[in-house]
Structure formats: C-alpha cells, structure tokens
Nanobody, 128 residues
Framework: EVQLVESGGGLVQPGGSLRLSCAAS????????MSWVRQAPGKGLEWVSV????????IYADFAKGRFTISRHNAKNTVYLQMNNLKPEDTAVYYC?????????????????????WGQGTQVTVSA
C-alpha cells in the first residue's frame, strides 16, 4: 500500500521559512517523480513543484520560483520542500503526490490527474 506522510508545517511569520517533508512507503520511491501541491482556504488544488526520480530537473510554479526548493533523498524515501520568504498567500494545506508514471515526469507534470497517490497534507499558516 502506498503511503505518503507529510510533516513540517506550522505557523510562521511573513518572511519566515519552513521545511516540509514527505515520507514515502509502499512503492519503489526512486522510480517516480514527486510533486508538492497545495490548497489554500476556499480554493482548489494548486500544483507547486515537481522533481524527477533521480532528484534533478526541478520545476516550480511561478509563485514558488526563487523562494521554494524541492529536493529528495532516495535512500530515505523522502521528498522535501524548503520554503523561504513566506507570504500570507502561501497559507494552505500542502500535499505531496506521487507521479503515476514510472521514471521522469513529462509535459503533464502540472496536471493533478497525473498523480495517483496523495498524502494527508500538512498545514502551513503564514501570519503575523
């Protein structure tokens, strides 16, 4: 059974930083690209970033460029999202998601239907 467990969320002031983690199990982690997706209060799911199976070639949504960094440690079956210079509009539940296709992502990486497993999410609140 695929399991994705996020952690690291919390309350942070604007300009602060958080590092989210997603521990994966139940599948061959190093064979799949992984993404982070978020859902702000009252809004739909929004793709944040993707990293391929080997840990290279990350891609970011425009709002995340220059502030967020995705990484992974395949020996630990974990994917991370380092978030710096956080803004109130970053307040959301953050989910990690497993890309459905083996190996690297393709042009559909931002399409949420491309992912077949999701974690339960971790709340990030950015407020003074």
């Amino acid at each position: 059974e695929v399991q994705l467990v996020e952690s690291g969320g919390g309350l942070v002031q604007p300009g602060g930083s958080l590092r989210l983690s997603c521990a994966a199990s139940g599948f061959t982690f190093h064979n799949y690209a992984m993404s982070w997706v978020r859902q702000a209060p009252g809004k739909g799911l929004e793709w944040v970033s993707v990293i391929n199976s080997g840990g290279s070639t990350p891609i970011y949504a425009d709002f995340a460029k220059g502030r967020f960094t995705i990484s992974r440690h395949n020996a630990k079956n974990t994917v991370y999202l380092q978030m710096n210079n956080l803004k109130p509009e970053d307040t959301a539940v953050y989910y990690c998601a497993k890309y459905a296709k083996v190996r690297d992502y393709s042009s559909d990486y931002a399409s949420l239907s491309t992912y077949d497993s999701w974690g339960q999410g971790t709340q990030v609140t950015v407020s003074a």
